[in-house]
């Protein structure tokens, strides 16, 4: 089996409630820190639970799989028989550009190390103005695995197709979707959803950002996510 990831990066994306027996593989920019946080607080039983540092494992009580053994051993243990496995994925189009308006266009205040790095990886320094053109010209030329995973090929992020997932559910459905989970474990985690966090509205605004270029380097980036989610690989309504 061929490493997709390193091992230490699938420790950081894999989360588990090991009282639910739930394994949830995290896509940022998809209400992954909602996700968290409703799998720390049934992981607690404590619904009223808040955590300050909800990506803190110390903190939301979520563990990890070992990452001895390499990228092979990772997903064994992962892929075992206890948990139930599951993701959210979202339309490429739309978590692109929820990517850029979160860490480039809005809500910056000072300029962070991690941000700083962020924009380092792409070949922005922290005072350079990036339009969505540049982030997307710049992402074109990552492979995969080197992408933030704020905007990383989902397909990768989520390590599909060596991964066995029962559950691969969508943005655009997350509510029946969560209800599919609960119907299958149990564990009803739409109950312990906080409200929404870190909102950029980016469906509303996709006809702002996108011109035809900018959607055949998307088209072409994120192939792997349209065919393997099921996603048309043109602009989504903005009225639905």
């Avoid at 009580?61 to 092979?72: H, P, R, T």
């Avoid at 941000?115 to 997307?136: H, I, Q, W, Y």
């Avoid at 055949?216 to 309504?237: E, M, S």
Wanted: aromatic letters at 10%.
């Amino acid at each position: 089996m061929e490493a997709r990831l390193p091992a230490a990066e699938i420790c950081k994306i894999v989360h588990i409630s090991a009282r639910k027996k739930l394994l949830y593989v995290a896509v940022p920019k998809v209400a992954c820190t909602s996700i968290k946080i409703a799998l720390s607080r049934a992981e607690r039983d404590n619904p009223d639970f808040n955590p300050e540092k909800p990506h803190n494992r110390k903190e939301n009580l979520l563990q990890s799989v070992s990452c001895k053994g390499g990228y092979e051993a990772a997903i064994e243990r992962i892929n075992a028989p206890a948990f139930f496995r599951f993701t959210f994925v979202r339309n490429p189009f739309v978590r692109v550009l929820s990517a850029y308006l979160d860490k480039f266009a809005e809500r910056q205040g000072p300029i962070r190390r991690a941000r700083v790095n962020r924009r380092a990886k792409l070949g922005f320094d922290a005072s350079t103005p990036v339009s969505f053109t540049m982030f997307v010209d710049a992402l074109a030329q990552q492979r995969a695995a080197d992408m933030d995973v704020h905007w990383r090929v989902q397909t990768e992020q989520t390590l599909f197709g060596d991964i066995r997932y029962d559950l691969v559910g969508r943005m655009e459905s997350f509510s029946s979707d969560m209800a599919r989970l609960a119907e299958s474990t149990g564990v009803d985690l739409r109950a312990l959803m906080p409200p929404p966090h870190n909102r950029t509205d980016a469906k509303c605004r996709l006809t702002d950002f996108y011109t035809p270029g900018i959607v055949d380097i998307v088209r072409r980036v994120y192939a792997p996510d349209f065919d393997a989610f099921g996603y048309t690989d043109t602009l989504p309504d903005q009225t639905v």
